[in-house]
């Protein structure tokens, strides 16, 4: 898959970006696209770490979303995929609806065969994150 860029003027782009992640800001939403291509003991607290700094550090609207885009991923291990659990707990705790975006099939698969798919609203097209992140 080709990385997805929002091609949007709406938005703030963090000066600093992770290698790991890279974080924008949108009017109702926090898209976050993740850069590595799998999510491991290494990659995943740093990840999390950055996508925490991100919905704590944005005043949303009520309804707000956090977007994790997981097109470059190809690889999640058990500890990855507590990550987005966590993720999912932070965007409860924030009063933000989460989202996943550019899921492969065969990641698809592993989130739903973990039951985590039912957490977050899977995302397939680029019409619906416009209408999302606003």
Same mark, same amino acid.
């Given at each position: 898959m080709t990385p997805y860029s929002l091609n949007s003027t #709406?938005? !703030?782009r963090d000066s600093? *970006? !992770? $290698?790991f992640v890279a974080i924008e800001r949108y009017p109702r939403g926090v898209y976050a696209r993740i850069a590595c291509p799998s999510i491991g003991q290494r990659e995943a607290p740093i990840i999390a770490g950055e996508i925490s700094e991100a919905? !704590?550090?944005? /005043?949303?609207?009520? +309804? +707000?979303a956090i977007v994790v885009d997981l097109s470059n991923v190809v690889m999640v291990t058990s500890i990855g995929l507590g990550m987005c659990v966590d993720i999912r707990r932070q965007a409860e705790a924030s009063k933000l609806k989460p989202? *996943?975006? +550019?899921? #492969? @099939?065969q990641l698809l698969d592993i989130l739903r065969m973990m039951k985590i798919d @039912? $957490?977050?609203? &899977? &995302?397939?097209g680029k019409d619906e994150l +416009? /209408?999302?992140l606003g």
């Open positions: #709406n938005h !703030s600093a *970006l !992770s $290698q919905i !704590s550090g944005t /005043a949303l609207p009520r +309804g +707000g989202y *996943l975006f +550019g899921t #492969n @099939r @039912r $957490q977050f609203t &899977v &995302v397939h +416009g /209408a999302i």
